[in-house]
T-cell receptor
Framework: AQSVAQPEDQVNVAEGNPLTVKCTYS??????LFWYVQYPNRGLQFLLK??????LVKGSYGFEAEFNKSQTSFHLKKPSALVSDSALYFC?????????????FGTGTRLQVFP | NAGVMQNPRHLVRRRGQEARLRCSPM?????VYWYRQLPEEGLKFMVY????????ESGMPKERFSAEFPKEGPSILRIQQVVRGDSAAYFC?????????????FGPGTRLLVL
C-alpha cells in the first residue's frame, strides 16, 4: 500500500536559518513525489515535484527537495528561512506503477519561523 | 489564466440537508480530483473524474456521496443527508491530462459545516 510519513508535526526555526521538513514514502514501484504548502484558510499551493532525473529538485520561493531512493525520503529544504514561510507543508506521493492518479498525502508539518 | 475555482467557499447545512459543492478546473484541464481534509488531518482522496466519466472513486463513501463532471459546466460533489461527521474542507484539483506526472493544482476549497 502507498503511504507517506511526515514524522514531525511542527518544525520551529529562526529566520535566516536553514530549514528541513522531512518526508518518507512507501510505494510498490517508482514514485512521483510532490510538496505543497497551505496557508490558513487557503487551498494547497504547489511547490515542487520529483518525476525523474536529478535527485535535487528546485521549486518555488527558494525551496528545494532531495530525492533519496535508498532511504525512500524526499525532504524539503530551504537555505534561509523567512517568517513568511510559516505555513502547513504537505508531502504527497503517486505510485507511477499504480493504475490511478490519486495523490497520497502525509499528515502535514507545521513550519513556524520566528523573527 | 484563472486557477481552479470552487464555490461556495463556505457552506453551512443542518443535518439531513443536501450539500452541493462546485469546482471549475483550470482552463485546458480535463481531469478533476476531489479531496477531503478533516480537521487536523491531511488530505484524503475521494474521486477522480474526466468529462462525463468517473475514473476512480475508491475514496468515496459508499452512501450519500456522489460526483459528476458533465460535458458542460463545473464538476459537482454532492452530499445527501449530511451528518456532522461530513464537516470538513473539500478541495478540488485539476490537471491537464492523465500521465501521473502532471501536477494537480488545487482550488481554495469549500468549508462545510454541518450543524
Amino acid at each position: 500500500a502507498q503511504s507517506v510519513a511526515q514524522p514531525e508535526d511542527q518544525v520551529n526555526v529562526a529566520e535566516g536559518n536553514p530549514l528541513t521538513v522531512k518526508c518518507t514514502y512507501s510505494v510498490s514501484g517508482n514514485p512521483y513525489l510532490f510538496w505543497y504548502v497551505q496557508y490558513p484558510n487557503r487551498g494547497l499551493q504547489f511547490l515542487l515535484k520529483y518525476i525523474t532525473g536529478d535527485n535535487l529538485v528546485k521549486g518555488s520561493y527558494g525551496f528545494e527537495a532531495e530525492f533519496n531512493k535508498s532511504q525512500t525520503s524526499f525532504h524539503l529544504k530551504k537555505p534561509s528561512a523567512l517568517v513568511s514561510d510559516s505555513a502547513l507543508y504537505f508531502c504527497a506521493v503517486r505510485d507511477r506503477n499504480y493504475n490511478t492518479d490519486k495523490l497520497i498525502f502525509g499528515t502535514g508539518t507545521r513550519l513556524q519561523v520566528f523573527p | 489564466n484563472a486557477g481552479v475555482m470552487q464555490n461556495p467557499r463556505h457552506l453551512v447545512r443542518r443535518r439531513g440537508q443536501e450539500a452541493r459543492l462546485r469546482c471549475s478546473p483550470m482552463k485546458g484541464h480535463s481531469h478533476v480530483y476531489w479531496y477531503r481534509q478533516l480537521p487536523e488531518e491531511g488530505l484524503k482522496f475521494m474521486v477522480y473524474l474526466q468529462k462525463e466519466n468517473i475514473i476512480d472513486e475508491s475514496g468515496m463513501p459508499k452512501e450519500r456521496f456522489s460526483a459528476e463532471f458533465p460535458k458542460e459546466g463545473p464538476s459537482i460533489l454532492r452530499i445527501q443527508q449530511v451528518v456532522r461527521g461530513d464537516s470538513a474542507a473539500y478541495f478540488c484539483a485539476s490537471s491537464p491530462r492523465r500521465q501521473g506526472q502532471e501536477t494537480q493544482y488545487f482550488g481554495p476549497g469549500t468549508r462545510l459545516l454541518v450543524l
